[in-house]
């Protein structure tokens, strides 16, 4: 994994792959804050970094500490750390072939789905929109009307 410098990640993935290394960005989409109005736009999952493919025993290693857009690779002692086994891999099989993650557990908007817990558990509603925060906005019939409640992901349970 290497550490980036202030917005350098598309400049760092660019140049890495140009070295040979192979690289992998998630990014995830998030609405923020642009001339007043709050926009989506799609921002890295983990900021300021990215994971770097490479042969730690090599020494061409070295090459990706002056690579531009990089601050440096996340070391200790004398060499680079590897990231634990699985992690990666996990988070690539939850990306789409842009390295953006999905929505969790297959849900989409439409979907009717059981709440599973809190205050309104085993009631029944509709998927208006999913939050890039893992957090799902509802679409609920409750005294002859709709009401939007947002709950997390792991609340909700597919029919």
């Given at each position: 994994?290497?550490?980036?410098?202030p917005n350098g990640a598309r400049a760092a993935e660019r140049n890495l792959r140009r070295q040979g290394f192979g690289t992998f960005l998630p990014l995830e989409e998030r609405m923020i804050r642009s001339r007043g109005r709050f926009v989506s736009a799609e921002r890295p999952v983990f900021p300021g970094y990215v994971f770097v493919s490479l042969d730690p025993a090599a020494s061409v290693w070295r090459a990706v500490n002056s690579t531009f857009g990089v601050q440096r690779?996340?070391?200790?002692?004398?060499?680079?750390?590897?990231?634990?086994?699985?992690?990666?891999?996990?988070?690539?099989t939850r990306c789409d072939g842009k390295g953006r993650?999905?929505?969790p557990?297959?849900?989409?908007?439409?979907?009717?789905?059981?709440?599973?817990?809190?205050?309104?558990?085993?009631?029944?509603?509709?998927?208006e929109r999913l939050e890039p925060d893992r957090r799902v906005r509802l679409l609920m019939t409750m005294?002859?009307?709709?009401?939007?409640?947002?709950?997390?992901?792991?609340?909700?349970?597919a029919v």
């Amino acid at each position: 994994m290497a550490q980036l410098k202030p917005n350098g990640a598309r400049a760092a993935e660019r140049n890495l792959r140009r070295q040979g290394f192979g690289t992998f960005l998630p990014l995830e989409e998030r609405m923020i804050r642009s001339r007043g109005r709050f926009v989506s736009a799609e921002r890295p999952v983990f900021p300021g970094y990215v994971f770097v493919s490479l042969d730690p025993a090599a020494s061409v290693w070295r090459a990706v500490n002056s690579t531009f857009g990089v601050q440096r690779l996340v070391a200790f002692g004398r060499g680079p750390v590897p990231v634990p086994e699985g992690i990666v891999d996990g988070l690539i099989t939850r990306c789409d072939g842009k390295g953006r993650l999905r929505p969790p557990g297959g849900l989409a908007p439409g979907q009717t789905v059981r709440l599973a817990s809190g205050p309104f558990a085993d009631t029944l509603a509709e998927i208006e929109r999913l939050e890039p925060d893992r957090r799902v906005r509802l679409l609920m019939t409750m005294m002859g009307g709709q009401t939007r409640v947002t709950v997390g992901a792991d609340q909700l349970r597919a029919v």
